[in-house]
């Protein structure tokens, strides 16, 4: 039973007002402002800042969302990891757009991203699962993300196998789990503003420039 009516919830409501996006002073590349919004999220709630719904689009042409982790942000853009045989990876493999989107609730803030993902280097992985919490690492050998497993699946068994068979040693990448960089094509930065008026600014790739744009909220 819901604890609520649909009433009462069609009632919840929010006026945003902290924030605004200044039309006459923006950086010529969505990144910098990307970094400037994301700076501002990380000192708010790092959890929070660093999870987005990513979304893909399955071979059958549905679309498919799920919440993953941003792990780095550099010229070419948006890098998160993953198991390269799970459904996610599978959609890219057929389709490599993708559409990222942060909800920064606190600060009012959304950014919704469509891009192009591309698997980063084996190298640029194995930086990164080297840094891993060694629990996570056995994780990644222990789960073939998205796959179905037995409804009473007991991972403490093959866990036990993996750390055996990595006992007194560094626990190697396997070689399915890795790292996409969502390139970005476009980038819509929205900012909550009073009675639904918010302010929508996208950056749209043309070429090597990036173009502005002011949308009606
Ligand atoms: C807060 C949060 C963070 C997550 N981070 C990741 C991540 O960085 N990488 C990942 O593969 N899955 C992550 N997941 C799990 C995914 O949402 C999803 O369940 C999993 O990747 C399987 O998705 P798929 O079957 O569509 O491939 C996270 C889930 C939550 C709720």
Not at 27 to 35: I, K, N, R, V
Not at 74 to 81: A, R
Not at 130 to 149: A, T
Request: aromatic fraction near 12%.
């Amino acid at each position: 039973m819901l604890k609520m009516s649909s009433k009462e919830i069609s009632n919840i409501r929010e006026d945003y007002i902290k924030s605004k996006i200044d039309f006459t002073s923006l950086p010529e590349s969505p990144l910098t402002f990307f970094e400037n919004w994301f700076n501002m999220a990380l000192l708010n709630d790092k959890e929070n800042a660093i999870s987005f719904v990513l979304s893909t689009i399955t071979k059958g042409n549905k679309p498919s969302s799920r919440v993953v982790l941003l792990r780095g942000i550099d010229k070419q853009g948006f890098t998160f990891y993953t198991n390269y045989n799970s459904d996610k990876a599978k959609d890219i493999d057929n389709n490599n757009y993708v559409s990222a989107n942060f909800f920064w609730h606190n600060l009012e803030k959304q950014v919704r991203i469509i891009g192009i993902a591309k698997m980063v280097s084996p190298e640029q992985s194995d930086q990164y699962f080297k840094g891993r919490p060694r629990g996570s690492q056995i994780g990644s050998w222990v789960s073939n993300q998205s796959s179905v497993v037995n409804i009473n699946e007991d991972f403490s068994l093959r866990t036990e196998e993996i750390e055996k068979q990595f006992k007194g040693l560094e626990v190697s990448r396997p070689e399915n789990w890795g790292g996409y960089c969502i390139m970005p094509e476009k980038i819509e930065f929205w900012q909550g503003r009073p009675s639904r008026l918010h302010d929508r600014l996208v950056y749209i790739k043309k070429g090597d420039i990036w173009v502005k744009k002011r949308l009606s909220p």
